[in-house]
């Protein structure tokens, strides 16, 4: 007798959740289908429609919560108590540290591109971005260009493009973080 399968109103968001966020982090974006997360779960892929209308949509309830995740150390860290230098210094190493911590996560956030997503995710990038130049903004001791924060960004995003799959996590590229973190600290002041 096999076991019975889960109901829609059994299944729960955060199950679906967790199995899609394993598949997409194993496979392309395109290779992932509603029947495949359905699957996995045991359920008709009808039960998963009922809690998400499609798979772009299921995609971006993923990466929002990554997103909220990064914002959230920009805005602990640019209310912290330390000096702006040392806040500068410490939104540099909690980027790239985030990165190098969730490297499949970090993907799916800005390295994933899919006419089928870009829109949902480009807007919580973009958001996320956001959040990113006004932290700068506001710990700058003088008023930066947009060009300045993209280039730093783009040093970031770099940096941790670079570094993923070649370490296991931040620890295994400390360093080399310090020393970038301090090279973009001095760009700016």
Sequence with gaps: MSPRKPSAHELTQEMIVEVAHKQFTEKD??????????????????????HFKNKAELFYVIIGAYFTQLNKILDDTVNGTEDYETKLYNVFVGFMKFGLNHQSQYELMFMVRDVEIDGLSQEAANLSYEKFAQSLQALATNKLLVSDIHSVFIALHGFVSHYRHYVKDYEEAREAVNVHAKFLVKALT
């Design 29 to 50: 974006f395109q290779q992932v289908s509603m029947r495949s997360i359905a699957k996995e779960l045991g359920c008709s892929h009808g039960a998963i429609y009922y």
